[in-house]
């Protein structure tokens, strides 16, 4: 667990970093969410390279420096944008809510300080399996890992097979 926090707070060093190399400009911060010990399982690296790709395309010509970091704690990806924090993040929550994968990735927007979703005046997410916010599921553990596990398997053939 002590590597896992370790990650955790060398990614919140290499966000502080950005942000003090690239002040005025968004750090935006990709990172799947994945249960368990395996941060890493190949289905999420796909997830991950999708997804930077959309955001690519959102940011199209605002994007000033991007790259992915291997972590224990989840790979990510980062990318410094030209655009304000209240309008990236609007953007970034659009990205997460217009595909069914986007309820496995994380979009992070910081700038100078981290913006959330009551922020741009958005609901919080919900769980993946009943109707109570996500972060209270999380913290209470109200679902099994299996149970998550298989919602997420599903969240992901529904998705393949649907461009079948």
Known sequence: MSLILDARETRASHIAELQKEYPKKSVLILKTNVMGDDKN???MKFICAFFSEIIFDTFVNK???CGHEFSVDGDYC???VDEMGLIAKEKTI???ESNPLGRLIDLDVYNEKSFTRQDVS???RTCLICENY???CTRNQTHSKEELFAKIQ???EDFLTSYM
């Open 41 to 43: 399982p190949p289905h």
């Open 63 to 65: 994007i000033i420096n």
């Open 78 to 80: 980062y990318f410094v």
């Open 94 to 96: 659009e990205i997460e």
């Open 122 to 124: 958005c609901e919080m």
């Open 134 to 136: 996500a972060h209270n």
């Open 154 to 156: 599903e969240i992901i």
